[in-house]
């Protein structure tokens, strides 16, 4: 083949490479990435996707990532304003539940987030549903759908009637995945205001002893009790896990007056706090 057959050739594969490559190059942006989808809930104009490391809902502490999605073009939102109201229907009332707002999440173009805590569910995880009320570009929307809540393995939420006659909950946040050592032991504190209003209780005392019923109901050293952070709202302290298995937390609160309302000392007599949490490993 003559010269001036060749370079033709070779221009026009040159530049249906450089197009090929260019298309290919283009970055794809998944800012969901290592999380599952839980579900969407639909209405006439938008998609609310609802996303977490598990991919379902569950008793206890639960944290949620959020993105809108344009039903018209699949396009997602980068700027809304969004707040929820999760509802359990009893067979003679309705009640809420301790939740968080929800905002932007920072470095994320259409990623929002909050957690949610639920304090109860059916056996089936039937029961609850979840509203949301938005605002985008100053025009309100909102949507409603039914959830799954399914029952957590162990005890990782409790609600108690405290000395006080006041209606507390107790949810574990930290630790996700405990270690034989010092772990970061995070707890939140909500009372029930009414049946659907949870605020978050501020400088209470959570004391701690842990136990292992199937190892002669031991401890362990160098714990420490919870105390109140402004800075998450939520209860810190040391948890010390000599060993893997199944751990009870043994759990006594006290308020900002140094009044216990709930939970006892560990003894011979008594092996279990009527406030405790649990953990596996």
């Known amino acids: 083949m003559k010269l001036k057959h060749i370079l033709p050739i070779l221009f026009i594969s040159l530049i249906a490479t450089g197009c090929s490559t260019d298309d290919n190059d283009i970055p794809t942006l998944n800012e969901v990435e290592g999380l599952l989808k839980i579900q969407e809930i639909v209405n006439n104009n938008h998609t609310i996707e609802l996303y977490s490391k598990t991919g379902e809902f569950s008793t206890g502490y639960n ?11 699949n396009s997602y939102f980068e700027n809304a304003t969004i707040s929820w109201v999760p509802v359990m229907q009893m067979p003679t009332m309705q009640h809420s539940c301790p939740k968080t707002a929800i905002t932007k999440v920072s470095g994320k173009k259409t990623m929002f ?38 029952q957590a393995e162990k005890q990782n939420v409790t609600t108690i009637m405290g000395a006080d006659d006041t209606r507390y909950i107790l949810a574990l946040i930290e630790p996700n995945d405990p270690i034989i050592g010092i772990n970061d032991l995070m707890i939140g504190l909500y009372k029930m205001e009414n049946m659907m209003s949870f605020p978050v209780v501020k400088d209470y005392t959570i004391m701690l002893d842990p136990r292992m019923p199937g190892m002669g109901n031991h401890s362990s050293p160098n714990n420490t009790d919870l105390s109140f952070k402004n800075t998450d709202s939520m209860y810190h302290g040391n948890l010390s896990l000599t060993m893997t298995g199944y751990w009870v937390l043994n759990l006594k609160l006290v308020d900002d007056n140094n009044t216990l309302l709930k939970g006892e000392d560990v003894t011979e007599q008594n092996e279990k706090s009527s406030l405790y949490l649990e953990i596996e490993f």
């Open 63 to 73: 944290n949620v990532t959020i993105r809108i999605k344009d039903n018209e073009n």
């Open 113 to 150: 987030n909050g957690s949610l805590i639920y304090q109860m569910t059916n056996t089936d995880g039937s029961g609850w549903s979840l509203t949301f009320n938005y605002t985008i570009n100053n025009v309100d929307y909102s949507v409603t759908d039914t959830i799954s809540v399914y």
